[in-house]
């Protein structure tokens, strides 16, 4: 069972529709959670951390479930620039501050 | 601040050839890590340095070596390339000393073909 896993997609959904990914992790040991934004023939970047209690920011909500280990991405008000590949990351104990990527789940936002 | 640069940025190289990557950061980060990304796999970690003169293996460290005899700093080297090394090789930082917890600032990336 890979660390992280999220489902590849592509998420075709049109413009204005709310999207939701999910994200499973294996390590009960993990302490920290992101979402990361990756272009195509681009980097990642951040898009937002993801706190225990929930966390906001804009038309972005991300939630974590430790007990069910998911986390989960909502982006409402859909964008023709939302259009990307979204990374689950999550922060294992141990040396290096090593991140663990998901596989990303690819989303195509329509006219 | 340019924050993290790769070079080079594309590469071709015959199977058998050397050449390193280099990165370099301006943020004083203490963390530095190369990963490779592939189609369906995700980005995995090939080494990471924790400071300066220090490196460790990561999830896939066969067939590279590394080097961070400066901060800003970190070189990739491929001994022999193969084939199978075809990939995009993101360089990145991180400090959580600085404030910014656990996040990882990535390089544009560095795209290399083995033939």
């Known amino acids: 069972r890979k660390e992280v896993e999220q489902d590849p997609g592509p998420f075709n959904v049109p413009e204005g529709a709310t999207v939701a990914f999910n994200c499973t992790y294996s390590?009960?040991?993990?302490?920290?959670f992101f979402w990361y934004r990756q272009d195509c023939r681009k980097e990642p970047k951040l898009l937002m951390s993801?706190?225990?209690s929930g966390n906001e920011d804009g038309r972005f909500t991300a939630q974590l479930n430790r007990a069910s280990q998911y986390i989960s991405l909502l982006i409402r008000d859909s964008k023709l620039s939302d259009s990307a590949t979204y990374l689950c990351?999550?922060?294992?104990?141990?040396?290096?501050?090593?991140?663990?990527f998901g596989t990303g789940t690819q989303l195509k936002v329509e006219l | 601040n340019a924050g993290v640069t790769q070079t080079p940025k594309f590469r071709v190289l015959k199977t058998g050839q050397s050449m390193t990557l280099l990165c370099a950061q301006d943020?004083?980060?203490?963390?530095m890590y190369w990963y490779r990304q592939d189609p369906g796999m995700g980005l995995r970690l090939i080494h990471y340095?924790?400071?300066?003169?220090?490196?460790a293996k990561g999830e896939v460290p066969d067939g590279y070596n590394v080097s961070r005899l400066k901060k800003q700093n970190f070189l990739l080297g491929l001994e022999s390339a193969a084939p199978s090394q075809t990939s995009v090789y993101f360089c990145?930082?991180?400090?959580?000393?600085?404030?910014?917890?656990?996040?990882?600032?990535f390089g544009e990336g560095s795209w290399l073909t083995v033939v």
């Open positions: 993801v706190y225990s």
């Open positions: 990145a930082s991180s400090d959580p000393g600085q404030g910014t917890g656990n996040t990882i600032y």
């Open positions: 390590n009960s040991a993990s302490q920290s």
């Open positions: 990351v999550v922060y294992l104990t141990g040396g290096g501050n090593k991140l663990t």
């Open positions: 340095s924790v400071g300066e003169g220090t490196t």
């Open positions: 943020m004083n980060h203490e963390y």
